[in-house]
């Protein structure tokens, strides 16, 4: 695999358990977690808006109970 410019957020300092974002130039978005960065999910940035959107907007409140 090729080695991508992965970034975390500021917000996560030296903590474990970080997303972490690599972007591609063919606007494509890589996203792995910290704890097992072999695994990479692919998407685009567009489908992370609206990801991102409806967990702000509580759409999936009832999967965390």
């Given amino acids: 695999m090729a080695v991508h410019d992965w ?6 300092g ?9 972007a591609l130039t063919d606007c494509t978005l890589r996203i792995r977690e910290s704890d097992d960065p ?3 999910l692919t998407t685009t940035p567009a489908s992370l808006r609206a990801l991102l959107r409806g967990i702000q907007a509580g759409e999936f409140d009832h999967l965390a109970q």
């Fill in 7 to 12: 970034q975390k957020s500021s917000f996560s």
């Fill in 14 to 22: 030296d903590a474990a358990n970080c997303i972490y974002v690599s």
């Fill in 38 to 40: 072999d695994v990479i």
